[in-house]
């Protein structure tokens, strides 16, 4: 992966985990977290997630998005 790219996919594994430790369908991901469930589809896809987004996921899990950035 080239320097500076954030891997979508690594965060929506760690995301994944975090799910599945809390017993929570990605309906509920989704409620609690306020990002729409769209979005949700769109990162199992492949897809990267918007700003606020990954702001709003990443106080949901607990995540730091610097540590999926190479």
């Not at 790219?5 to 995301?15: I, Q």
């Not at 949700?40 to 999926?68: I, K």
């Amino acid at each position: 992966m080239p320097a500076g790219k954030f891997d979508g996919d690594a965060f929506f594994a760690a995301l994944d985990a975090q799910r599945i430790a809390r017993k929570l369908t990605w309906k509920k991901v989704a409620e609690q977290s306020d990002v729409p469930a769209s979005t949700l589809t769109r990162m199992s896809q492949g897809r990267r997630p918007d700003v606020d987004s990954l702001a709003a996921l990443c106080e949901w899990s607990g995540l730091q998005s610097e540590d999926f950035v190479n």
